[in-house]
């Protein structure tokens, strides 16, 4: 019976506010947490495991109670969880793919039993995830750790892979990378962030329980994320999988830089992302919805953008569903510093301000709508800590994009609309990886999304995402080369090799070549060139142009004004490009087979067979275009999915020594047929195939500007291609200090690198045998030139 102080339901209808709060209740985990004596240490080899004399940290619950400590490791406990993870390794891969999936269903049945364990658990740390969501996870991934052999022919697990959270990632965004990780036959080391800590090493010991091998799944925990880098130092690791706000991530990045292990990076923590109302949305859905998740402790920022016809409409009905929402508490009274200035800001720049109720000192502050917004205020771009949400106003569609993309965060947007064309051309033109139409925060495994800008270099879910867990069956893993201490200020600034004439005969005067920009050949900027040596180094066999920066600079400008048009053409137009320039080559069999025999001192009929295999290679590239475009995952819910692979945008190369022409058109086919543009850097040993390939490419059908092919010093060109805000990824084979030069610095913004390092003056090392067209070559190269969005569409 309703009294004084509670509402009726009719009067909780009327308001519309939430009602009364359920006290939260955590015995279990209490219960758990005591028996442990509210210290946790690591678990590796499949026991806990709490070392004497270590640093501990406090773990504290939104009251600011302690909820337990944490040891942070040291170096011995590093070797010893690397060690564990190495034999885990061997004792998981070894087992059938039959033997993986069962293990892990029958951690299905252990969580029905602990699920409640696990819940308060997650609610006492503050690391949402609930125990539905963990059993989804683990049908999902046990299934595919079943048909991994069958439709994943041809790749093998990477070894040791460790898993890093920030701290305030979320358990399920954890899970994520953890459980693909081991359906894909790797053993795991997580590293979580402090909230997800207590869930994480109690998962890992029903893990265990339920049959996982000792060593399989091992936690460290330490004071920040750059613990993931000195674990990655041991040789055995092999991947380096984040998720998490950006700063973190881009400071393992750095950490790790030079070790020779890839970083997938998932900033899904402190992302902006558009939510838009078109004037043919639901209003009062789309508000409703607005007031469910814009003013909640949620991992990402939401900025509301209402087309103007409506937006009086959409205002006037915050107002109403605002009037009675109580102030939300803040993390600390530094935050709240942050959002007072955020909104001083916003009244100064004339924005009006929606607030249910006055503003109070301390620790918390209501909810505010910013009406009337800028879309280049810093707390639009980069909002502060606190329940704030930015008002934009549009006109047309396309203001509406424009808006939508202008955040460095392409982690997700919501669209509402009646108008399912209208939705789809939105959610197609908006660089985000996920898009939810009438809907928002929908998430299953089988959605492959992908971190479009700053929100990532990593996919997550579907089939797409079990790939950077693996890796092709017919390459073995190199010996890693160690950090060196790089200067990464002076890389690249070495003095260009002097050029003097050698001869008054002007017969026998090198030939010069020109370089390819903007589908003009032409010399570089500065006018200078470099001296291509003849096989033996004993005589010089050609002049190149020496490019640099501005050159790099013109290419990216050409390649951006035609990426977009080539990305819109159909993929049969594509595939027919690139049937034309396959043809183009081979009409020009004869030259281009003269420079790489001359270029590489082999005999006629060798040169002629890499000319053949280009051609074929460049055919092959061509049947591709068509044939792998989605599809639509099976929704665990009402409604239709939709899930498409995206070109990156403009993509540098820097190509390998070995197969020059070969080793080309391989990685070239696979950025142009997906969509991409390039800036290409031959190899600065073998660029006479490469430069001899500008005729072709000059006869060709493809837009100019969409292919550039730059010569000179390979540091240097390696350094303006890095530091160009516009590059969406880099392909690099080179030197393990370029490697290490790349992954240090292509954090802002961040890029997606491919990097393979050349282990001697020869050309061999990581670069694969060109000359075989392994389908795992293909398809991993295929794979690293797209990015993947997944669409959303509810349908009750």
Partial sequence: ???????????????????????????????????????LGFFMDGKFILPADRRSLSLTDSKGGVVCSTVCAEDADVSQCASSAAAGWKSWSSLSCSQRAKALLRLVGVLGLHGQCVSELCALCEASCSPTALVRLLQYYSSWAQLRDTLIPGWTPVGVVVVVSSDDCSLYSLMLKVLPALAMGNSVIVVPGRSAAPPTLLLAQLFTGAGLPAGALNILTGSDVTLGAKVSRNPDVRLIAYCGNKQDGLALCKASAGMGVPVSVSSCVGATCPFIIFESADIDSAVDEVIQIAFKKKEVHWVLCVQESVSDSVVARLKLRMANIKSVPLSSDADRVLVDAAVQEALQQGATLVQPCGVSPGARYPPTVLCGAAPSSPYVVTPPPGPLLPLLMFRSNTEAVLLGNHSPHGHAASIWTEDLTLALETAKSLSVGSVWVNSSSVS?????????????????????GLYQFLRPSFSSPLPRPSPVSLEYSKFGTEAAQVVIPDSTDGASIPQSYPQFVGGKACKSVSGCS??????????????CPDGGRKDVRNAVEAAIKVQPGWMKKSPSARAQSLYSLAKGLESRRKEVSASVGAQLGVPAEEADREVELSVGRLNVWAAYCDKVQGGSPPMTQSGAALSFPEPLGVVGIVLPDNAPLLSMVTVLGAAIATGNAVVMVPSQRFPLPALAFVQVLQSSDLPAGLVNIITGNRDQLTVALANHSVIKAIWYWGSAQGCQYLQHTCTSPLKTLRLSWQQDGEGRGAAPDWAQPHPSLMEDLWRNAVQWKSVWIPTA
């Fill in 1 to 39: 019976m309703a009294d004084s102080t509670n509402p009726t339901v009719y009067e909780i209808f009327e308001s519309m506010e939430q009602g009364p709060a359920a006290a939260t209740s955590t015995p279990t985990a209490q219960a758990w947490l005591d028996h442990h004596s509210r210290s």
């Fill in 444 to 464: 299953d495994p089988c959605f492959p999304v992908s971190g479009h800008k700053d929100s990532g270099t990593g996919t997550d879910g579907g089939q797409e």
């Fill in 530 to 543: 470099v001296a291509v040596q003849a096989p033996g180094g004993d005589s010089v066999l050609a002049f």
